[in-house]
């Protein structure tokens, strides 16, 4: 599903995020991301999704070598993935039905099934009394799980997700990821980068922690936070 | 292809509306852009009929001798009209010449008794010539100096008038160069600011736009509703400077007639009020849609 190959970006100040990286990820799982800060858990969802671009190595996503994508496909490929992000990436001009309709739109989908979907994603996060609501009317709670709606509406291939509790409390922290884990289930994959120790113990998936960027230990079932 | 012709034009109206502030200082702005731009159209239409209005009053003469045969004179007439340059001319006969000198002073009586007591018409027979531009007038005389009957020509009061034609040909001149430099430097500082104004506007949303890209638009599709966006800015700035500067006309119109009776502000602007609204309203739209376009490239590169 995802592979790299001997993957390094620098950064223009010349710090290594990435250092000859290579991961296999492989459809259906549930991968915990961990290490300290500039290990390179976010430089490598970024270049998931192709935002940034390596200088080196190859990185191949559903088949498909991102290095030979065009900006014509680009929507496409991200189109397989649904994102979310610690600061919630949320349009502020749109309300919470239109976040999520937007996904949809771009996937070309007809007003009816919009119409149809969209209160399902709503339901299924808990937010389905909150439709009219704009991201600044809502708690950071809400809007975590209203960007989860929306990286799901499509039925992505892959979700990444970067320190997706990193501004919520405890409790609202474990309903995101157990969201992430009932998405699992369908049979999509998810990377879930993330500090929260309780959190990664707790899903007890593979856990892959991340030094200076390279794979430092990768513990394939049964992971703990160990950094 | 409808369905998302619709949902293009219903996102950019939404998005003018939620961005209430925006689009009202955005719109403003634009405001007075176009009414700047329909300044320029009515000192160009006043500057236009001050222009004309001299060029009309400007002509040359030819008069001929008294042993000239009428059909020598209808001959050069002939030859004259047979220029490009010449716009009309007009054969004054000696008869003729007489006539209208005794109606030009029918009021006075001193010269009434004199023309009572000439024995014959010391009038010459003429012909009038009006040039399509001022600046045809030399070449015009040239060809009449060249001409086979220039030997019943007496004078050619071309050169008597030369000075006068220079100095309309140079107001036209002038008029026309720094009017040109004038507009264009005037319509480059207006498609600065109305750029600018947008740019500020998307750049303000320039996280929404890139949140759009990393969940998959397209660029058309995030860029439809902005250029929609734009031309909405230009089409109320359009509206509101149609609707200010017919009352403006109103008032001003009486006051430059009484300057310049040849130029009826009013009635040119009521004339083509279609046209002008149309071209205000396109200008309005394009400047708008045209400058979000430029502004929402360099956001779609993520």
């Given amino acids: 599903m995802i592979e790299f190959k001997n993957v390094s970006t620098i950064y223009d100040n010349d710090f290594i995020a990435l250092d000859g990286l290579n991961l296999e990820i492989k459809q259906g799982e549930f991968v915990s991301l961990v290490g300290p800060s500039g290990a390179g858990k976010s430089t490598l969802l970024r270049l998931l999704t192709r935002e940034l671009i390596p200088n080196k190595g190859v990185i191949i996503l559903d088949g498909v070598d991102l290095a030979k994508l065009s900006m014509n496909d680009l929507p496409f490929l991200r189109r397989k993935i649904g994102m979310v992000f610690q600061d919630f990436k949320l349009l502020s001009n749109k309300n919470a039905f239109e976040n999520i309709a937007f996904a949809l739109e771009v996937c070309g989908a007809t007003k009816e099934e919009i119409d149809a979907d969209v209160p399902k994603a709503l339901t299924i996060v808990g937010l389905n009394d909150k439709t009219e609501r704009f991201p600044h009317q809502m708690s950071g709670g809400e809007k975590q799980r209203l960007a989860i709606a929306r990286a799901l509406i499509h039925r992505p291939k892959i979700i990444l997700a970067d320190e997706p509790t990193g501004n919520l409390d405890l409790v609202n922290s474990y309903d995101v990821v157990k969201l992430l884990m009932k998405i699992n289930e369908f049979g999509t994959t998810v990377v879930l980068a993330t500090h929260n120790r309780e959190i990664v113990n707790s899903v007890g998936r593979r856990v892959i922690t991340m030094e200076s960027g390279r794979v430092v230990k990768d513990q394939t079932e049964q992971g703990k936070y160990i950094i | ?302």
Avoid: C
């Fill in chain 2, 1 to 302: 292809m409808k369905a998302s012709l619709k949902r293009i034009f219903d996102t950019g109206w939404t998005n003018f509306k939620r961005n209430s502030y925006l689009s009202l200082g955005t719109t403003g702005v634009m405001v007075l852009v176009l009414s700047m731009f329909s300044g320029l159209l009515a000192v160009n239409y006043i500057s236009s009929r001050i222009v004309s209005t001299l060029q009309d009053k400007v002509d040359v003469s030819v008069y001929f001798k008294n042993e000239a045969k009428e059909e020598e004179i209808l001959q050069v007439k002939n030859d004259l009209e047979s220029l490009s340059q010449v716009k009309v001319v007009t054969y004054i006969s000696k008869d003729q010449a007489f006539e209208d000198f005794k109606q030009k002073h029918a009021g006075d009586a001193l010269i009434q008794e004199s023309l009572a007591e000439l024995e014959s018409n010391p009038l010459q027979a003429s012909l009038n010539v009006k040039a399509n531009e001022s600046s045809q007038y030399a070449s015009i005389a040239g060809f009449l100096e060249e001409n086979k009957l220039r030997s019943v020509v007496d004078k050619i009061n071309f050169y008597e008038n030369e000075q006068v034609i220079k100095r309309v040909e140079g107001i036209y001149r002038g008029i026309q160069n720094w009017g040109f430099i004038a507009t264009m430097a005037l319509a480059l500082v207006a498609v600065l600011v109305t750029f600018n104004t947008i740019r500020l506007t998307i750049y303000n949303q320039k996280q929404e736009i890139e949140i759009m890209r990393l969940v998959g638009g397209s660029s058309w599709h995030i860029k439809a509703p902005y250029l929609v966006e734009g031309g909405l800015y230009g089409a109320f700035a359009g509206l509101i400077t149609i609707a200010m500067f017919y009352p403006a006309v109103i008032f001003a119109s009486p006051k430059v007639e009484a300057l310049m009776p040849e130029v009826g502000l009013l009635g040119y602007f009521l004339t083509n009020i279609l046209q002008f609204a149309g071209l205000v309203l396109l200008v309005g739209i394009l400047l708008g849609a045209v400058s979000s376009f430029v502004a929402i490239r360099r956001f779609l590169k993520v």
